[in-house]
């Protein structure tokens, strides 16, 4: 009987050797052939589609979120102008010219701002200044996110055509923080389309009740884009007081105010 055991034992185990080592091998031959690799690329293939229909239902509830808002301002026709908003982009300038960089950048990007404006603003005349700002947070907001979407699905379909598993795996390694970028910005509109404050309030509030509470020796005067100062006296000193000109959904320019 103890024989017979150990025979058993000895085949069992010669036979987990033969398929281990006929899996190993069967493995190494997928590899030589580059199955292994167009394996792993349909494994993410899956996961970032799965991915990419999160940020699609993102730039998709932003859309149907910014239509209704501008409905509820009185736009006739809110499909178009975000069907406009939605596809507008700006290009970078040139980096490998360093010289000035940053006022060209700044330029680009006041040019972008000033065309959703300008947008809103032809659309939504009946409109409250408040509720215009607001209407371009969102539909900023909105074509962030739409650019998101066509950016992570362009570079699957592209790492796809290519055959690139490069492409793929960077792009897998990169989703997290996509996606929690994407959600950031879907969550804000939230609150933006409620009219509710975002992020630190308390400042802004403070700046308020200096500029109602000290004596007032100037101001308060528009210095920059939705920005305003105001001078004040405190324990006999001068006091400049700088904060966004409100109400809506701006921070003002308040670097360039100090300028």
Not at 50 to 64: H, Q
Not at 79 to 105: K, N, Q
Not at 177 to 185: D, H, K, P, Q, T
């Amino acid at each position: 009987m103890v024989f017979q055991a150990t025979s058993s034992s000895s085949e069992i185990a010669t036979w987990i050797i033969a398929i281990s080592f006929l899996i190993s091998t069967i493995i190494s031959i997928l590899m030589l052939f580059g199955y292994a690799q167009q394996l792993q690329m349909r494994v993410w293939k899956r996961n970032i589609e799965s991915k990419l229909s999160v940020l699609e239902s993102y730039a998709r509830r932003s859309r149907e979120r910014t239509a209704k808002y501008l409905r509820d301002i009185g736009v006739e026709n809110p499909e178009e102008l975000i069907s406009i908003a939605s596809e507008y982009f700006t290009i970078s300038p040139v980096s490998i010219e360093p010289i000035d960089i940053i006022r060209r950048l700044e330029r680009i990007l006041r040019t972008g701002e000033e065309r959703i404006e300008e947008l809103v603003e032809r659309k939504a005349k009946k409109a409250s200044s408040a509720e215009k700002k607001i209407a371009v947070t969102l539909l900023s907001i909105m074509n962030v996110l739409n650019m998101i979407y066509k950016y992570v699905r362009h570079i699957l379909l592209w790492g796809l055509k290519t055959e690139n598993p490069l492409l793929l795996g960077q792009l897998m390694f990169q989703l997290p923080l996509i996606l929690r970028i994407a959600r950031s910005y879907y969550e804000a509109s939230k609150g933006i389309a409620d009219g509710r404050p975002i992020g630190d309030a308390a400042g802004p509030l403070f700046a308020y009740y200096l500029m109602n509470k000290l004596p007032r020796i100037e101001g308060p005067i528009e210095i920059a884009k939705d920005t305003i100062y105001s001078v004040h006296e405190l324990e006999g000193r001068k006091v400049v007081i700088v904060k966004a000109k409100g109400p809506g959904s701006t921070v003002g320019r308040p670097g360039e105010a100090v300028e």
